[in-house]
Each structure stands twice: as structure tokens, then as C-alpha cells.
T-cell receptor
Framework: ETGVTQTPRHLVMGMTNKKSLKCEQH?????MYWYKQSAKKPLELMFV???????ENNSVPSRFSPECPNSSHLFLHLHTLQPEDSALYLC?????????????FGNGTRLTVT | AQKVTQAQTEISVVEKEDVTLDCVYE???????LFWYKQPPSGELVFLIR??????QNEISGRYSWNFQKSTSSFNFTITASQVVDSAVYFC?????????????FGTGTLLAVQP
């Protein structure tokens, strides 16, 4: 089983819909992350969780709502999104408390907002 | 402010050519870590290498090699005898030290296309 699994792989939603992205890691990590990848831009860190507690919210609009019920699962709840929110959303996990710990990424969810 | 610059947006080479991907970083930290990731069309970022700021030895792993030069704040990546399977977007990243977790600051990536 792959280390970090994201579902769904693709999602198309209207601006009034509510949907959720799911991430699960099987690596025994305690830190989990959401990154946004838009065309021609660096990966943008959105949220960080450490032992289920949110430690970083990088000025993300409230239409994105993360949830981390345990160290293995991370969700991103989406509502009333805008077309500019269309992007690849990547989940990652890492060993907590170690700056040399590489982040392990999932395959991402390709989101299209119509 | 911490920043990673990958000036090469796209590179196209023919199979078996050598190719170097450039990475320049800015940081005020004295201890930091640098990373390279590969993103194939499937989307997943694959970790390739990590280097800490105190270790300036170059590293070689098969056809891959990395040249870390603190004096020029560069961490370049060379693929020798490139293959079609090397086609991907390559990202350089810098650890942002501080807080309880490792946070990576990424460059914009270099799209490498290896033609048969």
C-alpha cells in the first residue's frame, strides 16, 4: 500500500457545492500538510498539523476548512469555491520535530471549479 | 526572507545527454536543509535527496549527482546520460526552520523533457 493516499484523484465541482478531499498516511508520521499547486507557481503551503493540532494556517480563505481527526488522516472540506481555486491539492506527511525529515507526498487531487 | 529560485522553467534534451538543473536559495538560517523532489505526470512528488548546510560534499547516486556550494547558495542537480523516464518536473526545496514541524519552501520547478 502506498505511503500517502489521496482521494479522489479528480474532482469537478460547482461554486455552490460542498465536497471533501481525503488523505491517509501509513508511514507512522505525526505531521501532516496540505499544499496547493497552481500552474506556474511554487507549491503553496496551506495548513500544517502536528499530532492532530493545527500549527499553521497560511492565510488560507475560510472556504477551505481542514480537519485532522488523528495522525493518519487529514481532510480538506471545500465550500463555495471560486474558479481560481482550481489546482492540484497535495497532501504530505513527515516525522514531527525533525527539520531534516523529508515530506512524503500523495498523488494529489486535481480540483476543477466550474 | 527565505526563497528558492529555479530559473530554468523548461529544459529539453535528447536521450543520453547530460543535464544540470539549477537551484539557488536564500536564507538567514545558519542551519538549514535542502531537498530535491521529482514530480512525474502521475502527480506525486518523489523525494530524491536531502542535504544539510554543514555538509558540502557532493553526492552521487547512480546517474544522479548533486553539487552543493554554500558560497554561491546553490544546490544543483545533474542527471548523467538522461533517459526518457527522467522526464518530469523537478523541484528544489528549502526547510524553514522554526516551529515543531518541517516546512518546505519550494521553487517553481523545472520541467525536463527527455526526447528519445
Amino acid at each position: 500500500e502506498t505511503g500517502v493516499t489521496q482521494t479522489p484523484r479528480h474532482l469537478v465541482m460547482g461554486m455552490t457545492n460542498k465536497k471533501s478531499l481525503k488523505c491517509e498516511q501509513h508511514l507512522g508520521h505525526n505531521a501532516m500538510y496540505w499544499y496547493k499547486q497552481s500552474a506556474k507557481k511554487p507549491l503553496e503551503l496551506m495548513f500544517v498539523y502536528n499530532f492532530k493540532e493545527q500549527t499553521e494556517n497560511n492565510s488560507v480563505p475560510s472556504r477551505f476548512s481542514p480537519e485532522c481527526p488523528n495522525s493518519s488522516h487529514l481532510f480538506l472540506h471545500l465550500h463555495t469555491l471560486q474558479p481560481e481555486d482550481s489546482a492540484l491539492y497535495l497532501c504530505a506527511s513527515a516525522t514531527s520535530g525533525s527539520y531534516n525529515s523529508p515530506l512524503h507526498f500523495g498523488n494529489g487531487t486535481r480540483l476543477t471549479v466550474t | 526572507a527565505q526563497k528558492v529560485t529555479q530559473a530554468q522553467t523548461e529544459i529539453s534534451v535528447v536521450e543520453k545527454e547530460d543535464v544540470t538543473l539549477d537551484c539557488v536559495y536564500e536564507t538567514r538560517d545558519t542551519t538549514y536543509y535542502l531537498f530535491w523532489y521529482k514530480q512525474p505526470p502521475s502527480g506525486e512528488l518523489v523525494f530524491l535527496i536531502r542535504r544539510n548546510s554543514f555538509d558540502e560534499q557532493n553526492e552521487i547516486s547512480g546517474r544522479y549527482s548533486w553539487n552543493f556550494q554554500k558560497s554561491t547558495s546553490s544546490f544543483n542537480f545533474t542527471i548523467t546520460a538522461s533517459q526518457v523516464v527522467d522526464s518530469a518536473v523537478y523541484f528544489c526545496a528549502l526547510s524553514e526552520v522554526g516551529g515543531a514541524t518541517n516546512k518546505l519552501i519550494f521553487g517553481t520547478g523545472t520541467l525536463l523533457a527527455v526526447q528519445p
